[in-house]
């Protein structure tokens, strides 16, 4: 099987609400790039990529991308470089991938995606096969509370919890005390029984400043503090000083990013997505490695479409040390009837199956590849 065509198509969910965070304040979620993979023997993958221009690591370590970029990207430079490859070698496509161009991980990460995608439809199996087998049915889902009044905050933490979530997760960073009356009101709110979850997104604007938050939040039992400062030293000194587990997001993009994290006892955990290395294949490899350093993670990821989600879902299901509660969202088009806030964040999607929201987890759609079917003319409604 040969790899012949990608389709790139920039495509824009409508959205429940929006979303921010601490590095996001402007622009919109759903706005990303959809890739279509075709073959010589008529099998089709689907790939996709989150990206955004504010997100990357500390110290411009990893550059932010766009849809507009991550176009050019894949059709100027990754399409002509993996004409011919066979899907199923992945590591083949990726090595081509990193000779014509450095860096631009959400471009690969779309690419290698379809490619899984792709060989597990030839093969018959599932994308959780080709990473070394399922070891649950589904992820546990956080759902999300974007930076937005206290007073809505508190309103969609109820009725997310009321049809299921057992985590929230909230996103702080630009006020301390509101940091720290979130979590207090939650707790309230909510009981002793739901689990809460903080993110600053590298946004305070000390090492101090952190810790004097988060010694504030935990007196009302935190699951885990995410990313509260910039850079693996910061989070090192943050872990020294407070109780709760030190999640890296920002700062665990690549292999080399977990030995430093590991070298500098900088976090228990971190946030294993399939775009900030490149993929699925290397994804495998940053979490194969944090395991002999005794970290678990979540699955992160930047509210993808159905598309996004499913290889979301695929990794975190084949990941022994995926064991934290995850924005996974619970993808599923108009009309079907799911969960109104649970987990959800767009009013459609581009898949034409709903995934399965039960007990609180988001379930790994099965199936061939993705185990998805992508709705053509949701992506023609949704293309920009």
């Known amino acids: 099987m040969k790899i012949t065509t990608l389709r790139v198509y920039l495509v824009a969910l409508p959205t ?3 979303h921010n965070w601490a590095s996001k304040m402007t622009t919109p979620i759903g706005h990303h790039v959809v890739v279509e993979l075709l073959t010589d023997e008529g099998v089709v993958g689907w790939g996709e990529a989150p990206a955004g221009a504010t997100w990357g690591g500390s110290q411009m370590r990893y550059y932010g991308e766009t849809p507009e ?48 995608d792709a ?13 070394g087998g399922r070891l649950r049915d589904g992820i546990e889902v956080a759902h999300s509370l974007g930076i937005m009044s206290l007073e809505r905050c508190y309103a969609e933490a109820e ?7 057992g985590t929230i997760k909230c996103k702080t960073g630009l006020d301390p005390e509101r940091d720290v009356t979130i979590v207090r009101e939650l707790r309230r709110l909510l009981g002793d029984n739901i689990k809460i979850r903080v993110d600053g997104n590298e946004a305070y604007a000390s090492v101090h400043e952190a ?11 935190l699951l885990l503090c995410e990313q509260p400062v910039a850079g693996a030293l910061g989070l090192s000194r943050v872990a020294a000083r407070i109780s709760s587990p ?15 994290l590991n070298e500098l006892d900088a976090a228990a955990c971190f946030s294993c997505y399939v775009t900030k290395p490149g993929g699925l294949y290397r994804a495998r490899q940053q979490a194969e490695l944090a395991q002999r350093f005794g970290m678990y993670c979540d699955i992160g990821g930047s509210i993808e479409t159905g598309i996004g989600n499913a290889a979301n879902l695929q990794l975190g299901t084949s990941l022994a040390i995926a064991t934290l509660p995850s924005v996974c969202p619970v993808s599923q088009p108009e009309g079907s009837g799911g969960p109104e806030v649970a987990g959800v964040y767009y009013l459609d999607d581009l898949i034409t199956t709903p995934f399965e929201f039960r007990d609180g987890a988001v379930m790994a759609p099965d199936g061939p590849g993705l185990g998805i079917e992508v709705d053509r003319q949701k992506i023609e409604r949704y293309s920009l």
């Not at 810790?211 to 039992?221: A, F, K, N």
């Not at 030190?246 to 700062?251: G, H, I, N, T």
């Open 69 to 116: 970029t991550v176009r050019h990207v894949v059709l100027d430079y990754l399409a002509p470089a993996i004409e011919g490859c066979d899907p199923l070698e992945i590591g083949v496509v990726l090595g081509r991938m990193d000779q014509v161009i450095k860096g631009h991980p959400y471009a690969k990460a779309a690419v290698d995606m379809a490619c899984y």
């Open 159 to 165: 009725q997310a919890v009321a049809e299921g979530a």
């Open 211 to 221: 810790i004097e938050v988060t010694l504030r939040q935990e007196e009302y039992d």
């Open 246 to 260: 030190v999640m890296a997001d920002e700062s665990a993009w690549t292999v080399e990013d977990i030995i430093e």
């Open 16 to 18: 429940r609400r929006e």
């Open 119 to 131: 060989a597990g439809k030839a093969l018959g199996v599932s994308v959780a096969a080709l990473l």
